[in-house]
């Protein structure tokens, strides 16, 4: 059994402050190892209340480093049993990495011990647990105290249920997939491995994390795999309490549910940007001598830019910053660019980094054809339908209809068809009625959004799915969101 305290509680950035440890052999025999360590960082004042480990204390304490071998030879190709085990785990398993040794434990968490075993419990964290077994413990949030207590807590399940049923609630940590300390496994296991959006839910029922995949089941768990390697994974996973599900007919549909419901809900650990008020684009024109030139345009959202456009930013500053990478790499004149002002011949032609159309040296047919092929790969595509479009999603495996409605590129909204009706019978006429034969299952519109765009461009044109169905409407008007 280990115990850690810390600086605090990512593994990349704090320091383990002491160790406590207690190895229990087949025969009987114990060993306890504990040591205070030198973090070599400061320890946050509230830290040192909670544990009353002071800077002080661990001044002229050994390090990590120094400890190493002798803690490595002692619970290395052991059962590795903690309290909460993904923390103390992740900050072992990065400590003794930077030291030259790989700790791959098995792992069981007496968290979830006791969530197995006393699932009607009201809560299990550590102080919850020895309190209700009656359990008295000496320094709190010391190291080798809270072994001692873990230790109470496993006699007490022993006690309470046997040691072979103890064994063997253990023995399913170790065989089966890990989940957080606080979540019930169950709820992973109630998951379909299908397409869909999955959500990880806090204290509160608040929001913490909304993920898609084609296998959700598969996706949630290997948010939890024991082999933590960003903090933030290991934050979130301390913090789930609930996770909810939305079915999805495929790929398409979960990608765009996905990113209207981290727009339009705001996951805290989601990291994709809000949704645009307005949008940038890089847009061409021609000056009287022929030279095209290009000048960064912003919009409103509600649909996609006009005419030929190049690129889809959030700001006028990072289409400026494309556009000047465009000159660098392709020797582009920056004063045609928009990006210099002033007469004659641009800085880069003094340096050989502009092949001279300020100046007219460069042909405007070559200095056109050389601007355009660089700004390609960033064209807007101008919408290829008549009207708004259904884009009907059928997963016959699971017999789900999904029906998104599009119109120039922005996405309006999805619903799932109901009772007899099939993606074949919509016409123009029933798509009024769609509230009143699907299920809807997103609130808002979000306009032209990039993300949108860039998920409808692939499926729609360039890997078009065969299990797609696209219904072009006569009137535009048709399909819209409150």
């Known amino acids: 059994m280990v115990d850690l305290e810390t600086t605090g509680t990512n593994a990349s950035r704090d320091r383990i402050t002491e160790v406590g440890a207690l190895l229990l052999d087949t ?27 002071t800077n002080g204390m661990v001044a002229d304490a050994q390090g990590f480093e120094d400890i190493a071998p002798q803690l490595w030879s002692l619970i290395n190709d052991t059962v590795f049993i903690a309290h909460n085990a993904r923390f103390d785990y992740a900050f072992l398993k990065q400590n003794f990495a930077q030291c030259g040794y790989r700790f791959r434990p098995n792992i069981v968490c007496t968290v979830k011990l006791a969530r197995r075993l006393f699932p009607h419990w009201s809560g ?30 496993l006699n007490y399940a022993i006690d309470q249920h046997g040691l072979t049923a103890v064994n063997a609630a ?91 419901d981290i727009k339009n809900l705001r996951p805290i650990y989601n990291r994709r940007q809000r949704p645009m008020k307005k949008l940038w684009t890089i847009k061409l024109h021609e000056d009287r001598n022929g030279y095209l030139h290009s000048q960064v345009k912003d919009r ?27 000159a660098d790499e392709h020797m582009l004149c920056k004063k045609l660019l928009g990006l210099e002002k002033g007469k004659g011949a641009c800085f880069g032609f003094q340096l050989k980094k502009c092949a ?19 700004l390609e790969s960033k064209r807007v595509d101008s919408w290829p339908y008549d009207g708004d479009v ?43 009625q769609l509230d009143d034969s699907a299920t809807r299952l997103t609130t808002i519109s979000l306009g032209f959004d990039k993300d949108t765009y860039r998920i409808l461009h692939k499926f729609m044109i360039r890997d078009r799915s065969g299990t797609l169905t696209i219904k072009t409407l006569a009137d535009a008007s048709l399909v819209t969101l409150d």
């Open 27 to 53: 025969d009987g025999a114990e060993h306890e190892f504990q040591t205070l360590l030198n973090p070599t960082i400061s320890i946050p004042p509230y830290i040192s209340s909670l544990t009353g480990i």
């Open 124 to 153: 299990y964290s550590l102080g919850k647990i020895i309190a209700r077994i009656g359990y008295t413990a000496n320094d709190r949030h010391r190291a080798m105290a809270d072994v001692q207590a873990t230790r109470a807590f």
């Open 170 to 260: 253990a023995a399913e940590q170790l065989t089966g997939a890990s989940v957080p300390s606080y979540l019930d496994s169950s709820m992973i296991q109630a998951i379909p491995d299908s397409p869909g959006v999955y959500y990880f839910y806090g204290e509160d029922e608040s929001l913490l994390y909304v993920g898609k995949s084609k296998t959700m089941r598969t996706r949630v768990k290997s948010h939890f795999g024991a082999d933590v390697r960003e903090p933030r994974e290991m934050r979130m996973a301390q913090e789930v309490r609930n996770v909810n599900y939305q079915p999805c007919a495929g790929e398409l549909g979960a990608l765009l549910l996905e990113n209207h």
């Open 300 to 326: 409103l959202v509600e649909h996609a830019p006009e005419g030929i456009s190049y690129g889809i930013y959030s700001s006028r500053s990072s289409a400026t910053s494309a556009l000047r990478n465009l």
């Open 356 to 374: 001279g159309a300020c100046i007219g040296q460069e042909s405007t047919v070559q200095h056109n054809v050389r601007l355009q092929l660089a």
């Open 390 to 432: 259904l884009v009907c999603e059928t997963n016959t495996e699971h017999n789900i209809t999904d029906v998104h409605a599009v119109s120039n590129w922005a996405y309006l909204g999805s619903w799932r068809l109901q009772g007899s009706i099939t993606a074949n019978e919509l016409t123009s006429e029933s798509v009024t």
